[in-house]
């Protein structure tokens, strides 16, 4: 079973950045795009950003200018690099594959002074 690992997540203040990574614990062929969603605590999912196979990206409105996605040379690596974060940043951020269909467990962002 291939899982995705996130890892990147934890506590920054306002105006901080933070990177996180998600690797497949397997090698994957073919991947059509891999990215990010997150989810606040009573809200629904939404989705941050991703990146296609042949590298075109794209971000929620909230988050474009601040947030940057890009895939390791492995291809079964993302990344999500967040600058400039705010409070209303803070969820549980999940990594998520496209054919083949996979999801991660979490990492939590949390945006606080």
């Known amino acids: 079973q291939v899982q995705l690992v996130e890892s990147g997540g934890g506590l920054v203040q306002p105006g901080g950045s933070l990177r996180l990574s998600c690797t497949a614990s397997e090698s994957i062929s073919g991947i059509e795009r891999m990215g990010w969603y997150r989810q606040a605590p009573g809200e629904s999912r939404e989705l941050v950003a991703f990146?296609?196979?042949?590298?075109?990206?794209n971000y929620a409105d909230s988050v474009k200018g601040r947030f940057t996605i890009s895939r390791g040379s492995a291809k079964n690596t993302v990344y999500l690099q967040m600058n400039s974060l705010k409070p209303e940043d803070t969820a549980v951020y999940y990594c998520?594959?496209?054919?083949?269909?996979?999801w991660g467990q979490g990492t939590q962002v949390t945006v606080s002074s």
């Open positions: 998520f594959s496209v054919l083949p269909n996979y």
């Open positions: 990146i296609r196979a042949g590298g075109s990206t």
